[in-house]
C-alpha cells in the first residue's frame, strides 16, 4: 500500500468547485448545458460541479486512453463514444486532470467537428509545465506542479479514484 499525503484537501476542492459553477452559471445565463464527462476520472468533479450549476443540464460521456508505450506519438484510443447528439448545444467538456493537453487536443477537434453550439473545457487539475500541446482551457480548479496526484477521481493503476481529497504518492 503507498503512503499518500494530503496535496489539496475536500473542503478546498469544493469550495473551488463552487467558485467555479458560479462562474459557469454567470457565463451561460438561460442556456442549456451539456456537461461531457472523460470517464472515468471526471465523474466526482462532473457531479460536484453540475449539482451546483443552477442551469437545465444534461451529462454524456466518452471514455478515451492513450495508446500504452506510444506517449510520444499522442494517439488516442476511443474506448466509449457519445450516445447523445451535441449538435447546436453549449458543451462543456469535464476531465480530471490536463497533462500534456494531448487528450483534449483530440477531442476538442473530434467534439468541433459534430458542430455544438460552444464548447468550453473544465478541469479541476492542470499541470502547465508539462504541456505540449498548446490548448485554451476555461475553467481550472488547480494549477499543480508536476507530481502524480490521485483520488477525486484520479487514479494509479485503477485504485484511489474513491478518495475525497487530492492527494501525492510518497
Ligand atoms: P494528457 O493527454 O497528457 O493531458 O493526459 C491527461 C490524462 O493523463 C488524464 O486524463 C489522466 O488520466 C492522466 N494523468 C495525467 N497526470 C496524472 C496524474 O498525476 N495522476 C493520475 N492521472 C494522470
Ligand atoms: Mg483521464
Do not use: C
Amino acid at each position: 500500500m503507498e503512503n499518500i499525503n494530503v496535496l489539496i484537501n475536500e473542503s478546498r476542492i469544493e469550495k473551488r468547485i463552487e467558485e467555479i459553477a458560479m462562474q459557469i452559471e454567470r457565463d451561460y445565463i438561460d442556456e442549456e448545458i451539456v456537461f461531457l464527462g472523460i470517464l472515468k476520472g471526471s465523474v466526482p468533479f462532473l457531479w460536484e460541479l453540475s449539482k451546483r450549476v443552477h442551469n437545465k443540464v444534461k451529462f454524456e460521456f466518452i471514455e478515451v486512453s492513450s495508446y500504452e508505450g506510444t506517449e510520444s506519438t499522442g494517439k488516442i484510443k476511443m474506448n466509449k463514444d457519445l450516445t447523445g447528439k451535441i449538435e447546436d448545444k453549449n458543451v462543456i467538456i469535464v476531465e480530471d486532470i490536463i497533462d500534456t493537453g494531448r487528450t483534449l487536443t483530440y477531442l476538442k477537434e473530434y467534439l468541433l467537428s459534430q458542430n455544438p453550439k460552444s464548447l468550453k473545457i473544465a478541469t479541476l487539475l492542470s499541470k502547465p509545465s508539462r504541456r505540449i500541446m498548446e490548448l485554451d482551457v476555461d475553467y481550472i480548479g488547480f494549477k499543480i506542479e508536476d507530481k502524480f496526484v490521485v483520488g477525486f477521481g484520479l487514479d494509479y493503476n485503477q485504485e484511489y479514484r474513491n478518495l475525497p481529497y487530492i492527494g501525492y504518492i510518497e
